[in-house]
């Protein structure tokens, strides 16, 4: 039995998640809440991920895998229907850009998240987290204006990756309203969302 270092609210775990579901290995994982913070491991697991972040996998063997990325070509690996998520061709270059893109979205939103978290009001680096928001918003935009297609295409790594990052914008940036510019993005999220994976991955 594997072990996952978890956490119900991190969309990097989410990914981790999805894969474990769309594959039917849920039963293959025990989850360990091990949620923590930049200034402070909390109940991480520094031994079994040194930068302390989850998810990371402990497998049968004793050896350790993280990040998301990492976790979630090991979860494709381990069953056939997994080879889809990344997938043969010219499309395996976009699979893993749109990953990296979806990615980059948590990396600014998190944070940003972090900002308001962990620094005072009176301190807080407006313009810097007004950058890490701008990231996010011209990701939205190429989504929307260049990557329909293969949104709509096969599900792929990219396709969960975007699909954590807009659940995560809807979940602590639900205010600044990414569908009104977005009415594309919006319905392809809507239909996505539907899946049982995301169902059963809701963050709360
Ligand atoms: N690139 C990593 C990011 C993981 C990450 O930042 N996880 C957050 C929770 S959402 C965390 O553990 N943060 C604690 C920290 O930064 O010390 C991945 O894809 O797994």
């Not at 913070?37 to 497998?59: H, Q, W």
């Not at 996505?192 to 809701?202: K, L, Y």
Request: charged share 20%; glycine share 8%; aromatic share 8%.
């Amino acid at each position: 039995m594997m072990t996952l270092h978890h956490s119900p609210t991190s969309p990097y775990v989410r990914k981790a998640m999805i894969l474990l579901h769309e594959m039917g290995l849920t039963d293959s994982v025990t989850l360990l809440n091990a949620g923590g913070m930049p200034t402070d491991p909390g109940k991480m697991s520094v031994a079994a991920n040194p930068l302390s972040k989850v998810p990371a996998l402990e497998r049968d063997d004793g050896c350790t895998l993280y990040d998301s990325r990492v976790i979630c070509r090991y979860i494709a690996a381990l069953s056939p229907k997994g080879a889809g998520f990344y997938p043969d061709g010219p499309s395996h270059w976009e699979a893993l850009t749109l990953e990296a893109t979806g990615d980059g979205m948590l990396d600014a939103a998190l944070l940003i998240r972090y900002e308001v978290t962990l620094r005072e009001a009176g301190i807080q680096h407006e313009g810097w987290m007004d950058g890490q928001w701008q990231k996010i918003v011209r990701a939205l935009s190429a989504l929307e204006s260049r990557w329909m297609a293969h949104l709509e295409g096969p599900m792929t790594i990219g396709t969960v990756s975007i699909a954590c990052a807009l659940g995560y914008l809807d979940f602590r940036f639900a205010d600044r309203e990414w569908r009104a510019q977005h009415p594309q993005l919006a319905g392809w999220y809507a239909r996505f969302a539907e899946r049982p994976s995301m169902q059963a991955t809701i963050p709360a």
